[in-house]
């Protein structure tokens, strides 16, 4: 017999992920190929799905809501999109939120030509350059940061389309990995501290760039290397390509919750296959919390590495506890509450005959604002679990990311309100533990933490951010002179 919660869903409290992008030039069906790795990069952003293509005189451009199976399955769709070179974006709503006009890529007619951006991260002065842009006479078609970008190419005073964009990015803080087409190829740039992923791969004669290496493995093509921080590379139609580095050097700080929880567990990230590395954050997380259980239970799906590596390490038995439904999609993605409590759709059992009478350890990839975590506790229990143990396969979450991930404002994040006792107290769990900040990187292959320079973004667990925040700190300025209109004098 199987407890059943039809209204439960488990990835309600998530943070969610950025976005997904995927190009390809010199391909004989460029449409179909960014189709295909936009498959593979679903999981990234299940709002809306855009792709925009190029046959060498025109550029095409077909968007959706919805999944990319929804928008690009047929082969009708596909003919829309003629040309050897296309790029694509699946997304979910960040800065400028939900609706059709902020689907990317975005596509805009400059004095030089066409000019076609498909971003990945956030953009954390979008605000303050879109007023100065505006003031100048700059007339936005969308709410997205992205088409800041845009405008500020458009403005350059420099005579080529890579240095016009060079100069755009010189004013722009905050992350991006973005692929941008024009009529002379296309370009694939990173920030300079590498935040966001981005990689290059081959197939065939054609070059290909994608958020993640799995793309590459559904497409079909060899995965050549990644996208260095501050690096811009410039593919032409006849196949070369060109390496500039015009940010200078940088320590590099790609986003550790990559690792964690983003990037599929058949990808690539940062050197090191996702998997093995959640392997690894399950197995320290055993050796720093160990816990007196008859069964380590993941939560799924994102809990599983972490849950096998943590088995292993303790020697308690690794059993599916929660068995989820796998015929319906990731409805945490979907952006606004309604939307994500739908997932009443799919349902999660906790398996009785497993865990009645056990003493069971929970592993979860994080802990977001705590409310689901105090379900999947009350769910173990009424399967009639002894003990339920929580254990977390990242540090606390404790502060908001402004680099592209959709986190709650930081009032909501349980680990911002709560020390680890009262948090355990709130999911109700018989014990919480974390693993810890050096731990976290010890697992993904750096001896620990390097406070003045760590090798890392992980501002959620530390607030330590590596860029400006001028949007935010002009934000609560403002906010505190309208509080105190006398704040200079007291």
């Known amino acids: 017999m199987n407890v059943t919660h039809p209204f439960l869903d488990l990835h309600g409290d998530k943070l969610r992920e950025e976005c997904g992008i995927f190009g390809a030039i010199n391909a004989a069906d460029a449409s179909a190929a960014t189709a295909l790795g936009l498959h593979a990069l679903q999981h990234r952003g299940q709002e809306a799905v855009g792709i925009t293509s190029f046959d060498g005189s025109e550029f095409f451009s077909r968007r959706g809501l919805g999944h990319v199976a929804e928008n690009f399955s047929s082969s009708d769709a596909i003919a829309e999109l003629p040309g050897f070179m296309a790029a694509g974006h699946v997304r ?10 902020n689907v990317q890529p975005l596509y805009a007619d400059l004095a030089s030509g066409g000019f076609a951006v498909a971003h990945n991260g956030n953009i954390s002065n979008a605000q303050a350059l879109r007023k100065e842009l505006v003031g100048r006479g700059a007339i936005f ?10 405008h500020l190419v458009a403005t350059s ?4 389309m890579v240095d016009r964009l060079v100069d755009a990015l010189r004013l722009v803080e905050g992350a991006y990995s973005l692929i941008v087409m024009t009529p002379e190829g296309m370009m694939a740039c990173r920030d300079p501290l590498g935040i966001r992923p981005l990689v290059m791969g081959r197939m065939g ?35 070369e390509i060109q390496s500039l580095h015009p940010f200078g050097k940088h320590n590099s700080r790609p986003c550790i919750f990559e690792h964690v929880y ?52 303790s020697g308690v038995p690794f059993e599916l506890g929660i068995i989820r439904s796998h015929y319906v999609g990731r409805t945490f993605i979907q952006p606004s509450d309604s939307a994500r409590h739908s997932g009443v759709k799919r349902k999660h059992n906790a398996n009785r005959g497993l865990v009645e009478g056990k003493r069971i350890v929970l ?10 975590s105090m379900k999947i506790v009350e769910m173990m229990r009424e399967a009639g679990a002894s003990e339920v143990h929580f254990r977390v396969a990242s540090p606390p979450t404790a502060h908001s990311c402004y680099y592209g991930v959709d986190t709650p404002e930081r009032s909501k994040l349980l680990a911002a309100r709560m020390e680890v006792e009262p948090m355990r107290k709130f999911i109700k769990a018989d014990s919480l533990a974390f693993v ?25 667990f530390t607030g330590e951010y590596p860029t400006s925040l001028t949007d935010l700190n002009r934000s609560e300025s403002d906010a505190a002179q309208l509080t105190f209109p006398d704040h200079k004098a007291a």
């Open 92 to 101: 979910y709503s960040t800065t400028g939120g939900a609706g059709l006009r």
């Open 141 to 150: 078609q969308s709410t997205s940061d992205t088409e800041v970008i845009i």
């Open 157 to 160: 005073r420099y005579p080529t």
């Open 205 to 239: 004669d054609s070059i290909v760039f994608a958020s993640e290496t799995v793309a590459f493995d559904v497409v079909g093509a060899e995965f050549v290397r990644e996208v260095e921080p501050g690096e811009l590379l410039c593919v032409d139609f006849k196949g």
């Open 262 to 313: 983003f990037s599929r567990p058949d990808s690539v990230f940062a050197g090191q296959p996702v998997y093995e590395a959640r392997k690894a954050i399950g197995e320290q997380l055993a050796i720093e919390a160990p816990c007196d259980a008859d069964l380590v239970v993941p939560v799924p799906d994102s809990g599983v590495p972490a849950a096998i590596g943590f088995a292993q390490q």
């Open 363 to 372: 592993i979860d990839d994080s802990i977001v604002r705590g409310t689901t």
């Open 436 to 460: 810890s900040i050096d731990g976290l990187y010890r697992a993904v292959g750096s001896k620990k933490r390097n406070g003045g320079c760590p090798q890392f973004c992980d501002a959620c």
